[in-house]
Each structure stands twice: as structure tokens, then as C-alpha cells.
Nanobody, 115 residues
Framework: QVQLVESGGGLVQAGGSLRLSCAPS????????MGWYRQAPGNQRELVAR???????NYADSVKGRFTISRDNAKNTVYLQMNSLKPEDTAVYSC?????????WGRGTQVTVSS
């Protein structure tokens, strides 16, 4: 079992920034990949950004150039830095981990961007 502890999120005006954090209960270097998904009301959950054990990253087209996923080895934490936020970024953001063949989810954190 891998527990994912999320923090960050909140309310911000359009053009602002937020940072999400996700700390797993085991070393991030033993987890195949970690990332963030989001789900807005009435929409399907979608991948926002992901980082693999080797450090490769990929992003949704809608967030490229605005969001950055990274990891802090010393703090065993994965971050999602979100800049130039738009109202359409409003959603519940959930941390995701792929550990072997098992998938784990965080509880989710609300991000609301006002216009």
C-alpha cells in the first residue's frame, strides 16, 4: 500500500499561481510514476502531468508551458507548480502513483480559479 498525502490548492485569481504537493509513504524512487489528474464537474478525469521514475515528464496539451511537475529527493515529494492559471483549470486535482501494477490515488484537493 502507498499512501499519498496532498497539500496545496485553494482559490486564486486568473493569472495567479498555486503549488500542489504530494508525498508518498514510500520512496519516490521506488514508484514507477507519479502525477496529477484533475476532474471538473461534468467532465471526465484527465491527466495533467506525470513524472516517471527515470525523470521523464509529460503534460496535457492544455497546461504545457504553464504547469511544471518536479520532485524533491530530500523531501520525497512531487510538486505541481501551476502558473498563469485560468478559470478552466478549476477542478479537483488528485495525486496518482503507479507502483508496479498497482494504482494509488490521493484524496484530492480543490483548485478554483476566479475570473
Amino acid at each position: 500500500q502507498v499512501q499519498l498525502v496532498e497539500s496545496g490548492g485553494g482559490l486564486v485569481q486568473a493569472g495567479g499561481s498555486l503549488r500542489l504537493s504530494c508525498a508518498p509513504s514510500k520512496s519516490i524512487f521506488s514508484i514507477n510514476s507519479m502525477g496529477w489528474y484533475r476532474q471538473a464537474p461534468g467532465n471526465q478525469r484527465e491527466l495533467v502531468a506525470r513524472i516517471t521514475i527515470g525523470g521523464s515528464t509529460n503534460y496535457a496539451d492544455s497546461v504545457k508551458g504553464r504547469f511544471t511537475i518536479s520532485r524533491d529527493n530530500a523531501k520525497n515529494t512531487v510538486y505541481l507548480q501551476m502558473n498563469s492559471l485560468k478559470p478552466e483549470d478549476t477542478a479537483v486535482y488528485s495525486c496518482h502513483a503507479l507502483d508496479g501494477i498497482r494504482v494509488y490515488w490521493g484524496r484530492g484537493t480543490q483548485v478554483t480559479v476566479s475570473s
